[in-house]
């Protein structure tokens, strides 16, 4: 077995140190009935090649996106990742290093999650940031809890045009819970949540570009919530998009939330990805997660060690912010190498280019008969309602290889006024041609 | 001046010379921001023409501040930084209760062909039919190692896991309208992540202590047991490194009392193919892939925690999950059916994840892997064996399973302390064991092998152990007290760092201006 270092000779030798017969030996303590009799009903070791073959040949029969037109978002975006990314991220040093407790030997991990929370806080317009949590979705449901600790208050508003996915898990977070108002889906753009506001609300949780693709407006939404006193939480999922729209802190956002998958992470089936999250400074003792923080050694060098861990459930146990245990170091990671790579230039240009090809995506469509486009505004991705249900459409063009959007059914079931409505999104890697396939497709499918 | 085992000078006779040692391949590196700007940019793209007529006003004014690398200059920043590093591909990492074994490169090759990194989570199911399959596959393999009825996929750490699995305890019990039961009973030498879960799901902790040998006594979990009791969180093998001989009985008893038996699987590693957890009575348990099943660390994640279900629990395991359709292909199920619960995380969870463990599986087969549970607690065993002359094994009466106690009184009253004794270890190459966990004992240095370990390592870090323990009692304390002498930092101020947060970077004069 090419893992497993001992010969006999060697298991021999040390079980003779030990002074014991055989390691069935060691096991002593099991109760001898439930120690497997015969193998377990699983196939025997397997050299490399033929693990290879049967896992490619499983990937074999999935459609990846990079085969053909693609237009996916809703949460999750195929965008370029450098090489060097990707090469970096699987050195030794950072791939097999566990999370940085011993500060003097993981100074890499500790900076690295340093500047991370930086460019976190700085695309986001906020103070602080952690060193990341699992995803977006339940960055959101971590954020509402922070926000009821922080308020001492318990009624949260999410917005219409939150991800319905985000909504379930934070609803599974506060499992019936009567201080959840979820409101219904609002793929117009219009109607919000600020009427509801009340002297009870603990804070209100507004996605911009919304699930539809509407960019909302959060200077409003900021100072609807502070007038009672209560916090805004803003909520991202295309992180690209802080490349040209206004951050979420410049707008009165009191936590902010993304989903970073966008920067140096591949789009995976739905993970790992990476959760960011950032607030105001004075927030910092509820915040949720890992946090990083600068020092000195013991011969005054600057140094970075895991702080405030007095927040975290290894040293608080049930009195804790949170159970979370991991961040997301290496999808982490990866989003700061990739932003690096990019810089404010960078950042900007891509954020452009990505509005750019929507726009091109947008005015393509509106050509066609039968296509009506619901967003006014948006950043790289659109919602547009079609003659018949969006679902059987997608179905025959991933017939034709061509990947159409995501049908907003698919996400909201049981809603008549969201089963026409189609979701899609185009970025840089998004090109004419895919664009021409995609339009000259739609136009025989609704014919 | 004494030498170390490694031929280095140790001793605090010259520690800036020390320092030295090797600090020709290791510069110490600026931050991003001081070596990069916002002009410079590691990636070619196209100045798009836009217009800001559909952004509706919402244009970003503020300058952004975020320092930009071309590629030579990213290359070399964070590979410098990485051999700040400990790794596992590096050295022995004995960090109990984490299992840091040997992660197979053919997991990451496997991870990144395109028909699985390149599929977007909700493309149509008809073109993902070998991505849900090795979901299916993978699920196969949990069952079946672990004699259980259902497994839900999707939590993306242990800890996440963890309450995955005690929101079905939660749902169950509401379910048969015994919603009334809100206590969990949490033996002491349990993770922190336990009572914390029970915390946030509204449950009060009731700890349970520990029996002198370790262990858990069947007498104090019935004498806890009562109508009000919803669960106990079991972790087994046990944060001592010990089988809980009393696993059985503890779990028709809590099953009696009306409760449900969550086990936290973090140590499956011990067993896995030789002992199944269904067979011992548990209700719910977390996988940890990245422990058990070789998915990297990371440096602190991305993990993933599936947690399997009794017949019991199964009923409530969230979504989305796979299903075969009568004609054979694969369905994912996305919305919440009959009692299953809401789902915990957008999307399927760690697919990547899925694709290394299943790669891992594969490659060791079901022989393998009871192979690789049986070289683990071999390896532990081994180190108490030879030990346990000079350092103090916890709980000498056991056997260990795949790690192993020790505590501090082999250097009481020397003025070392477990802290002092792990940072020794540094100098000498090796990554410390877990320290002050489980705190059942005082001083706790938990120290978990793996089986990837070859015996010529075990004994190279046993032979650093027993001299070091020699050091201790000798009372050359120099060696302790400083440590690390040789690590790219020495020991650094984690106080003033608590007290004085400073989480992201300022440029110096920014810093002066906001203190004045």
């Known amino acids: 077995m090419r893992y497993l270092p001992h010969s006999e000779a060697e298991r021999a030798e040390m079980l003779g140190v030990i002074g014991v017969d055989s390691i069935e030996a060691l096991f002593g303590a099991v109760p001898e009935d439930l120690v497997a009799k015969r193998p377990l009903e699983l196939p025997p070791h397997s050299p490399e090649y033929l693990v290879e073959a049967h896992m490619r040949q499983l990937a074999g029969r999935n459609h990846a996106a990079g085969d053909g037109p693609f237009f996916l978002g809703a949460g999750a975006y195929r965008h370029h990742v450098p090489a060097s990314v990707d090469h970096l991220i699987q050195r030794s040093e950072w791939l097999t290093a566990y999370t940085p407790y011993q500060p003097e030997i993981s100074q890499g991990t500790l900076q690295m999650l340093f500047e991370f929370q930086t460019q976190v806080a700085r695309i986001t317009g906020m103070e602080v940031a952690n060193a990341s949590l699992y995803d977006g979705s339940t960055g959101t449901a971590e954020a509402v809890l922070m926000a009821r600790r922080l308020t001492r208050r318990s009624k949260v508003l999410l917005s219409g045009g939150l991800h319905p996915h985000y909504r379930d898990v934070v609803r599974g977070y506060l499992r019936d819970d009567d201080d959840l108002v979820c409101l219904s889906a609002s793929p117009s753009g219009q109607g919000d949540l ?5 002297e009870d609300t603990a804070a209100i949780v507004v996605q911009t570009p919304d699930f539809y693709g509407h960019l909302r407006d959060l200077k409003r939404a900021a100072e609807a919530v502070h007038a009672v006193g209560g916090l805004l939480i803003a909520v991202v999922t295309e992180v690209v998009s802080l490349g040209v729209l206004e951050a979420p802190g410049a707008l009165g956002a009191d936590i902010v939330v993304c989903e970073g998958q966008s920067i140096g992470n591949a789009l995976n089936f739905g993970g790992p990805y990476v959760g960011l999250m950032a607030t105001r400074q004075k927030f910092i003792r509820q915040m949720p997660g890992r946090i990083c923080g600068e020092t000195v050694d013991a011969q005054g060098k600057r140094g970075y060690v895991l702080t405030l861990s007095t927040r975290e459930q290894h040293i608080r146990r049930e009195k804790a912010t949170s159970n979370i245990c991991t961040n997301s170091g290496l999808c982490a990671l990866a989003f700061s190498i990739h932003l ?3 810089g404010a230039a960078g950042f900007t240009r891509l954020a452009r280019l990505n509005h750019a090809r929507a726009c091109a995506l947008a005015d393509a469509l509106e050509q066609i008969d039968g296509v009506e ?17 969006a679902s059987g459409v997608v179905d025959a063009l991933a017939q034709r290889g061509i990947l159409a959007g995501v049908p907003a059914s698919r996400l909201v079931p049981d809603d008549d006024q969201v089963n026409n409505l189609l979701i899609l999104a185009a970025t840089e890697l998004t090109s004419d041609a895919d664009i021409e396939a995609l339009c000259a497709a739609l136009k025989e499918t609704l014919a | 001046m004494s030498m170390n085992t490694r031929g280095r000078p140790t001793g605090a006779g010259t520690p800036s010379t020390l320092a030295a040692n090797g600090a020709a391949l290791l510069p110490d590196e600026p931050l991003l921001f001081e070596i990069g700007d916002t002009e ?9 023409e836009i217009s800001t007529a559909r952004l509706g006003g919402f244009e970003r004014t503020a300058p952004l501040d975020l320092a930009g690398l071309t590629e030579p200059e990213a290359m070399r920043h964070y590979v410098r930084l990485s051999r700040l590093n400990h790794s596992i591909d ?22 990144r062909l395109p028909g699985f990194a390149d599929l977007h989570p909700l493309q149509p199911k008809s073109t993902v039919q070998g991505a849900l399959a090795v979901m299916e596959e993978l699920s196969h393999w949990l069952l079946t190692l672990t004699n259980t009825s259902a497994v839900a996929l999707t939590p993306k750490a242990g800890a996440h896991g963890e309450l995955l699995g005690m929101m079905t305890i939660k749902a169950a019990q509401e379910a048969r309208g015994e919603a009334h039961r809100k206590i969990v009973l949490v033996p002491e030498s349990a993770h922190g992540t336990n009572p914390a879960t029970a915390a946030f799901l509204g449950y009060s902790v009731k700890a349970i202590p520990a029996r002198e040998d370790g262990t858990v006594d069947v007498a104090a979990v019935r004498e806890a047991l009562s109508p009000d009791v919803a669960a106990i969180m079991l972790t087994n093998p046990n944060t001592c490194g010990l089988f809980e001989p009393d696993v059985v009985a503890i779990a028709e008893a809590v099953h009696n009392a009306g409760a449900f038996f969550y086990c936290d699987g973090a140590n499956f ?5 030789v002992v199944r957890p269904g067979d011992l009575g548990i209700d719910a348990m977390h996988i940890n892939l990245h422990k058990t099943f070789s998915t990297p660390h990371g440096g602190g994640g991305p993990g993933a925690g599936p947690v399997v279900l009794s017949e019991a629990l199964a009923p409530f395991a969230p979504v989305p999950f796979v299903r075969r359709n009568a004609d054979g292909s694969l369905d994912l199920v996305e919305h919440a059916e009959a009692q299953s619960l809401e789902r915990i995380t957008a999307f399927q969870g760690q697919m990547g994840m899925y694709v290394r463990a299943l790669t891992y599986m594969l490659s060791h087969g079901g022989d393998g892997l009871a192979q690789a549970a049986k070289d683990a607690v071999l390896n532990a065993n081994y180190i108490k064996a030879r030990l346990a002359d000079v350092v103090t094994v916890s709980f000498p009466d056991h056997h260990a399973m795949h790690e192993v106690l020790f505590d501090d009184r082999f250097f009481e009253s020397t003025g070392v302390s477990t802290l002092d004794f792990a940072k020794a270890l540094i100098d000498e190459g090796f990554h410390p064991m877990t320290m002050y966990f489980p ?4 001083g706790a240095m938990l120290v978990e092998p793996t089986e990837s370990e070859s015996k010529q390592t075990l004994d190279a870090f046993c032979d650093v152990m027993r001299d070091l323990a020699n050091d201790a009692r000798d009372g050359n304390t120099e060696r302790f007290s400083g440590a690390p ?6 020991r650094l101020d984690e106080t003033r760092a608590a007290r004085q947060p400073i989480l992201t970077w300022e440029p110096d004069d920014a810093r002066a201006q906001a203190a004045e």
Do not use: Q
């Not at chain 1, 600020?194 to 009340?198: A, F, G, S, V």
């Not at chain 1, 505004?377 to 003659?387: A, G, H, S, V």
């Not at chain 2, 705190?439 to 005082?442: A, C, G, P, Q, Y």
């Open chain 2, 485 to 490: 002498y040789t690590a790219p930092r020495r």
């Open chain 2, 90 to 111: 590096a050295g022995f990492y004995p960090l109990g209760s984490c299992t840091m074994k040997h992660n197979p490169r053919l997991n990451e090759k496997m991870a």
């Open chain 2, 40 to 48: 410079h940019s590691g990636v070619d793209l196209p100045d798009a």
């Open chain 2, 439 to 442: 705190l059942v004992v005082h």
């Open chain 1, 340 to 342: 690096s790579l990019l």
């Open chain 2, 269 to 273: 590693n011990a067993i896995m193919g």
């Open chain 1, 373 to 389: 486009l619901l967003n006014k505004t948006f950043f790289n991705e659109m919602t547009i309602r079609l003659d018949r249900p």
């Open chain 1, 194 to 198: 600020l009427d509801r506001i009340d």
